[in-house]
């Protein structure tokens, strides 16, 4: 008798297939498809696929099928830009000080950041060379959101009154020999509140960043005649040094008959650059609507987050950005100004674009159309038929923040 072994051995290869059978494993983790892609690093402003795997932007293209990725997102009629950076935020909290932005004034900051798309912030100067590291423990080494600082010349940092006012603590060597030791964080050395007529804290904080090889942020204090804002920016800062609250009309940036000064043209030829920081006291309709018509748009902008900035007419970035849609700037330059820009002015090129290889910071945004109204930090309104609203969060690739579920699975 002869026995055949064909039908039992091919149901055996049925049941246990070999390795060439096994189904491919997507080589995309995650797919945002069918969203407007503006990413002004890569002069990129069209319909555009992003691929995402190991936490980096993998692919970027007009169409990625979605066979080729773990879990496919549809964003259509959204925007996919880069994870929003905020170089202005105030986040040193914890510390129980009443009255000091290294404490109750300050926000924690993944609370604030990522459901207003923004991935990155900069704080800026809310600690200085003698409370850096116990910032670092409490809050930049705990947060989901990347958190760079701007390192306060003053050593106790911005703990208000006198201890802002205290020349003496306003060291450059031991500020720039902690800026070189964590060169990682910090980005840049920031002078504040300073209320005297003495150019000692932009000299010494100039002092800092040059031995340290990192630019200086300003926020120029009290107005005074010994200390006018065209020896600042023409004479006094570097070119890559940041001039902040541009649009607050509180330090002469507009000339009397409401222009803007002819100093900040000149300052901005020397390469100096101009921050928004609208924060709750620093930003003006009267002072930006002119400037923008003027052709004098800022480099960056940013929020001034803290506790009292949130709750007023700044609100979040989303706001902030919605307003400058509203005097008239183009979506695609707004999204600059919070994504590369910003990431330039603190010399971070790694984020604040979607190239390949970069890290997967990716923000999904709505432009929603009403009956709107945005005010300034001085209780002026602006009415607007348009604003943006935060989709979608990813940070390192992962969703952080997803405001209607488009990432989930439908319950039933």
């Known amino acids: ?15 246990f297939p070999g390795p060439a059978d096994q189904p491919a494993t997507p080589k995309y983790e995650l797919l945002l498809r069918g969203g407007q892609v503006i990413d002004p690093r890569n002069a990129i402003n069209a319909p555009r696929d992003v691929a995402i795997a190991a936490g980096r932007v993998a692919a970027v293209a007009p169409a990625i099928s979605p066979s080729d990725a773990s879990k496919t997102i549809e964003v259509a009629g959204l925007y996919v830009v ?7 935020t105030h986040v040193y909290a914890g510390t129980g000080e009443k009255g000091s932005y290294a ?3 300050s926000v924690y900051p993944d609370g604030f950041t990522l459901r207003a798309c923004v991935t990155t912030i900069a704080d800026a100067g809310s600690s200085g060379w003698r409370n850096f590291e116990d910032f670092k423990q409490r809050i930049v080494d705990r947060s989901r959101t990347r958190v760079f600082v701007f390192l306060n010349i003053v050593g106790h940092g911005m703990r208000g009154g006198a201890f802002e006012q205290d020349l003496a603590d306003m060291a450059a060597r031991p500020t720039a020999e902690m800026a070189r030791r964590y060169r990682e964080l910090i980005v840049g050395i920031k002078t504040a509140h300073y209320a005297g007529p003495e150019w000692t804290p932009v000299e010494r904080a100039v002092e800092a960043g040059t031995s340290a090889d990192l630019p200086v ?4 204090g009290t107005r005074h005649a010994e200390r006018p804002v065209a020896e600042l920016v023409t004479q006094k800062l570097r070119p890559g040094d940041i001039y902040t609250h541009v649009f607050s009309g509180l330090r002469g940036e507009q000339d009397p008959s409401g222009r803007v000064n002819a100093a900040l043209w000149q300052g901005r ?5 101009f921050d928004v920081g609208h924060g709750a006291g620093s930003f003006a309709w009267k002072v930006a609507a002119p400037a923008l018509q003027e052709g004098f748009l800022p480099d ?4 001034d987050l803290h506790v009292a900035s949130i709750s007023g007419g700044m609100k979040d970035m989303l706001n902030v950005m919605s307003k400058f849609l ?17 990431a330039r002015a603190l010399k971070q090129d790694g984020i604040g674009h979607l190239s390949v290889g970069a890290a997967a ?6 432009v929603e159309r009403g009956e709107y109204g945005f005010v300034d930090s001085f209780g002026a309104r602006l009415k607007a038929a348009q604003r943006l609203a935060c989709e979608l969060t990813l940070r390192d690739g992962k969703v952080v923040y997803d405001l209607n579920g488009i990432a989930q699975s439908d319950w039933r």
């Open 217 to 220: 942020m300003v926020d120029f």
């Open 326 to 342: 509203a005097l008239g700037m183009p979506l695609e330059g707004v999204v600059q100004r919070t994504t590369w820009n910003a």
């Open 269 to 273: 030829k020397h390469g100096v650059l």
């Open 1 to 15: 008798m002869r026995f055949s072994y064909a039908a039992p051995l091919l149901s055996l290869v049925a049941l």
């Open 361 to 366: 910071d990716v923000a999904v945004v709505r």
């Open 82 to 88: 880069p994870g929003l950076v905020d170089l202005h």
């Open 300 to 303: 960056s902008i940013s929020t």
């Open 103 to 105: 404490g109750d004034n």
